[in-house]
């Protein structure tokens, strides 16, 4: 299902920890991003997973972060992708379900 999002040659999709995933998009601006993301969501929201253990929904939802950037010689990649985990961690603490982007 995250694979909707992950569909051209250079798109990467892999694990970010236990429960996180990470999909990278070369070449894709704030809006584009923000769209997969959406697509993404609404996949897993389609297929209708049961999530009978969870207290928060009965089936399985995502919480995304998205971010993009330009990089150059300067930038920091940890300080973006902590930028990012942090918008995660805000749309788990803001009620689950959704995107936060920048």
């Excluded at 992950?6 to 990278?24: H, K, M, N, T, W």
């Excluded at 996949?43 to 253990?53: K, L, M, S, T």
């Excluded at 928060?56 to 992708?81: Q, R």
Aim: glycine share 8%; aromatic share 4%; net charge neutral.
């Amino acid at each position: 299902m995250l694979r909707a999002g992950a569909a051209r040659p250079r798109d990467f999709l892999a694990r970010y920890g236990g429960e996180e995933f990470a999909l990278v998009l070369p070449e894709t601006d704030a809006a584009g991003a923000l769209h997969l993301a959406n697509r993404c969501r609404e996949a897993v929201i389609a297929a209708a997973i049961e999530h009978a253990g969870s207290t928060i929904a009965p089936i399985v939802t995502l919480s995304l972060g998205v971010g993009t950037i330009s990089p150059d010689a300067d930038d920091d990649p940890a300080k973006f992708i902590e930028a990012v985990d942090r918008r995660l961690y805000r749309a788990k603490r803001d009620g689950r379900n959704m995107i936060v982007s920048s």
